[in-house]
């Protein structure tokens, strides 16, 4: 009697099959230092992106479009995961050679960040022995 109550219908005031969710990711700082090409970054979006297990499936379910200062704007019609954006960001760093100095980070939710790792010199150190 209890597993009919979890497979019914969404709950009261939620529409089912409406989901929009934004996500933003924000690469001003690598494309002010002219390492990042934010242009071949969105062609890469939306070339690999996925929808009903397809390539080049986007249609108006999925919509990418870059906003000034190197920041990219994903919002999608439909279920869909920031780890999924994350993970391409990832691929992408990987493919262009820059995983080695960038990181993403989640700022806040929805929004990614790429940052430079941060590195510390010990030269100082290294001259005392």
Known sequence: MRTSALRQAPG????????????IINASQPASDKIFDVAAFEKFLHDKIKVNDRVGNLGDTVQISQQGDGKIEVIAHTQFS??????LTKKFLKKQQLRD??????????VYELRFFNVVNDDADDDDE
Not at 101 to 110: C, D, H, I, P, Y
């Open 101 to 110: 100095w960038l990181r993403v980070v989640s700022t806040s939710q929805g």
């Open 12 to 23: 009261r005031g939620q529409k089912p099959g409406k989901i929009t969710k934004k996500f």
């Open 82 to 87: 920031g780890r999924y954006l994350k993970y």
